[in-house]
């Protein structure tokens, strides 16, 4: 299997919503819709890119929805969904991903096992979609009297994300094009493709009215949470210079810090603790040292991204504590200036923060002024998924 794209559908007005604020870009406790529905896909380990597909009124509210995160730029949508999907299609043919994900950019709630399934099922599918029973006995209605009762057997709701090859959803799109279909898996089965269905989840609703959005609120409000504890260790050498950056401030010293970076061991030991909260990997994963885009790079930058990583999950720091070996530079004078940086970088209280030194009593690389090592530990609190 190749490259999975993730393509989020948000060119919709929401037109059974109050308010002139479109539903995709109103708040759920504390992120937009749309937000929370980019972050489950940039958060799957198994999606290598996002792209979302907006209408053309609403750029400030999505440069708003995507503060702080790198995404390729929006597509502009059309006039009907099908029209969105279809030009969303299109822009991604520089990619060709081998497989593509059309989620509604208001389905805020979707899981990272659905995601999951629908991406398994591609393997021996040409498209996938999860769906759910329909538990209720189904009515046609015709000028308020019921005109008859529509058999159940074999019905089920169709949810999104909706996988495709991508190549063959894309063909499909364009020769379906102006029929106005609501979903992507109409258009694929009306050019034969034959789709499986995997579990879906009540709890992938779609906000399409007020109360959605109060309902989606009640939900993550139940969601469980667990602690998690993390823990990073770094070294860095000495080498020439007259200064160090540590804990995210520069410090005079008789040598400088060598590094792909800037050295900064204790904001690497941060980064990668966090990270290790989360199982996402470590900070040569997420900033590899062979790329050249990241010599000489500010270690905020990344000790901010892992921090990002825990809030598109929703996950909270509880607690940071960083302990610092070296026999020089004094780490004291400096601790309330390091506590007052990292917690700015982190965006928490400097309660949360605790700066420790020690040395090794003049042992091992430390102890010979070889160089500073690191370790840190966080606790965070994360919903159990
Ligand atoms: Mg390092």
């Avoid at 029973?133 to 009762?149: F, N, S, W, Y």
């Avoid at 260790?233 to 410090?251: A, E, K, Q, S, T």
């Avoid at 900070?283 to 809030?311: C, E, K, N, V, Y």
Wanted: proline content about 6%.
């Amino acid at each position: 299997m190749g490259d999975t794209v993730a393509l989020l559908v948000a060119a919709g007005r929401g037109r059974r919503m109050s308010g002139t604020v479109p539903k995709q870009y109103r708040d759920l406790c504390g992120k937009p819709v749309l937000r929370r529905a980019i972050d489950a896909f940039t958060t799957h380990p198994a999606v290598a890119k996002v792209r979302v597909v907006i209408h053309p009124d609403d750029a400030d509210d999505y440069t708003r929805a995507t503060a702080g995160l790198d995404l390729p730029p929006p597509v502009t949508g059309g006039e009907t969904r099908q029209d969105s999907v279809r030009l969303g299609l299109e822009a991604l043919a520089n990619d060709t991903p081998a497989q593509v994900l059309i989620h509604d950019g208001a389905r805020p709630l979707v899981s990272p096992d659905t995601i999951t399934r629908v991406i398994d099922a591609l393997s021996d599918a040409p498209g996938a979609i999860p769906a759910i029973d329909v538990p209720d006995t189904l009515k046609r209605a015709q000028d308020g009297r019921i005109a008859e009762t529509v058999p159940r057997d074999n019905i089920v709701r169709a949810q999104t994300p909706q996988g495709f090859r991508y190549v063959e959803i894309r063909d499909a799109h364009q020769r379906m094009t102006g029929r106005d279909m609501t979903d992507d898996a109409a258009v694929a089965e009306a050019t034969g493709l034959h789709l499986a269905l995997v579990a879906g989840e009540e709890d992938n609703m779609k906000i399409t009215r007020d109360a959605d959005l109060e309902r989606a609120a009640r939900i993550l409000a139940r969601r469980p949470s667990g602690i998690r504890v993390g823990s990073g260790f770094d070294v860095h050498r000495f080498g020439p210079g007259d200064c160090v950056r540590l804990g995210g401030i520069d410090i005079s010293h008789t040598h400088g810090l060598a590094g792909h970076s800037d050295a900064d061991v204790a904001l690497h030991a941060l980064t990668d603790a966090l990270l290790g909260a989360l199982a996402d990997g470590d900070i040569g994963s997420h900033f590899p040292p062979t790329d050249p885009q990241w010599r000489d790079a500010d270690s905020a930058r990344f000790l901010a991204h892992a921090m990002d990583r825990l809030r598109a999950r929703d996950g909270d720091l509880l607690h940071a504590d960083l302990t610092l070996i070296c026999e020089a530079p004094r780490i004291g004078p400096h601790r309330a200036a390091m506590q007052s940086r990292i917690s700015a970088i982190l965006d928490v209280d400097a309660g949360r923060v605790s700066i420790k030194a020690t040395t090794t009593e003049a042992l091992g690389f430390t102890g010979r002024r070889e160089g500073i090592a690191a370790q840190a530990t966080v606790t965070v609190e994360l919903p159990i998924q």
